[in-house]
């Protein structure tokens, strides 16, 4: 979890929406006991061992102060990925979304006639790039969804050794009862009580103003293909087009 926690607070920008919120109760944070340490290093692989699951993301679209939400589905044993995207402010947005560790395929339907005068009259423009985690927010926030699953459990005692870990609460979320637990400073993990999957993630950037929350439900496998009645254009192949891909999505 430790390796896990770097890498994805490495990806964060910052971000101002106002996580989504419910009825907390028990309140009053405590240190974690050991069989809390376990229950959060198993939390990813149980993720794994699901091999799937629907997914709601929101956090903020780059620098321009307006948020962004992903909703789909994610394949953690082969790490492809399926969502629709609603949100920030850019010219010929992002309405759909495909990838894998190879590719991302985006349908921008503002873009379409664009792509037809480049390559003449295609049906159904799909834009195939390559990931680009160090610039495109987009990608950066496909790849923190992708990485919550881990092949094996992590170290319990690291977890218990860790600063500022500690249970928050119980709660409930989509009325389902949940145990809510910080690690570190800046993620919090809200696992179901009783069957122990993961049903939410908060992560936040180091000023700790600037969260990024994530929602999970129907766990299980899931069958994802990029799309097969649409025609994929190769970006590699088409500078002039690329060049009219934004970094923020």
Same mark, same amino acid.
């Given at each position: 979890?430790?390796?896990?926690?770097?890498?994805?607070?490495?990806?964060?920008?910052?971000?101002?929406?106002?996580?989504?919120?419910?009825?907390?109760?028990?309140?009053?944070?405590?240190?974690?006991?050991?069989?809390?340490?376990?229950?959060?290093?198993?939390?990813?692989?149980?993720?794994?061992?699901?091999?799937?699951?629907?997914?709601?993301?929101?956090?903020?679209?780059?620098?321009?102060?307006?948020?962004?939400?992903?909703?789909?589905?994610?394949?953690?044993?082969?790490?492809?990925?399926?969502?629709?995207?609603?949100?920030?402010?850019?010219?010929?947005?992002?309405?759909?979304?495909?990838?894998?560790?190879?590719?991302?395929?985006?349908?921008?339907?503002?873009?379409?006639?664009?792509?037809?005068?480049?390559?003449?009259?295609?049906?159904?423009?799909?834009?195939?790039?390559?990931?680009?985690?160090?610039?495109?927010?987009?990608?950066?926030?496909?790849?923190?969804?992708?990485?919550?699953?881990?092949?094996?459990?992590?170290?319990?005692?690291?977890? *218990?050794?860790? $600063?500022?870990? +500690?249970? @928050?609460? /119980?709660? %409930?979320?989509? #009325?389902?009862?949940?145990?809510?637990?910080?690690?570190?400073?800046?993620?919090?993990?809200?696992?179901?009580?009783?069957?122990?999957?993961?049903?939410?993630?908060?992560?936040?950037?180091?000023?700790?103003?600037?969260?990024?929350?994530?929602?999970?439900?129907?766990?299980?496998?899931?069958? *994802?293909?990029? $799309?097969?009645? +649409?025609? @994929?254009? /190769?970006? %590699?192949?088409? #500078?002039?087009?690329?060049?009219?891909?934004?970094?923020?999505?």
């Amino acid at each position: 979890m430790r390796k896990l926690l770097v890498s994805i607070t490495a990806w964060l920008l910052p971000l101002t929406f106002l996580a989504a919120c419910s009825g907390a109760s028990d309140k009053g944070e405590r240190p974690l006991r050991p069989e809390e340490a376990s229950l959060l290093a198993e939390v990813l692989s149980r993720n794994y061992e699901s091999e799937g699951a629907h997914f709601r993301l929101i956090a903020r679209s780059g620098h321009d102060e307006l948020d962004i939400s992903i909703e789909g589905d994610v394949d953690w044993k082969n790490h492809r990925g399926y969502a629709r995207v609603t949100g920030g402010s850019q010219p010929n947005p992002v309405v759909e979304v495909w990838w894998d560790d190879k590719s991302v395929a985006e349908w921008r339907p503002a873009l379409e006639n664009e792509v037809r005068r480049v390559i003449g009259n295609v049906s159904n423009p799909v834009l195939v790039r390559d990931p680009d985690q160090e610039s495109r927010r987009l990608d950066q926030l496909l790849a923190i969804v992708v990485g919550l699953s881990a092949k094996t459990p992590e170290n319990a005692q690291l977890i *218990l050794q860790e $600063p500022d870990s +500690a249970f @928050l609460r /119980k709660d %409930s979320i989509r #009325n389902q009862p949940v145990l809510v637990f910080r690690y570190g400073k800046r993620t919090v993990y809200w696992i179901h009580e009783i069957d122990k999957t993961l049903l939410r993630f908060e992560g936040n950037n180091s000023s700790g103003q600037f969260p990024i929350l994530v929602d999970f439900e129907d766990f299980g496998s899931k069958v *994802l293909t990029f $799309p097969k009645n +649409a025609t @994929l254009v /190769k970006l %590699s192949e088409y #500078n002039e087009l690329l060049q009219l891909i934004p970094v923020s999505p």
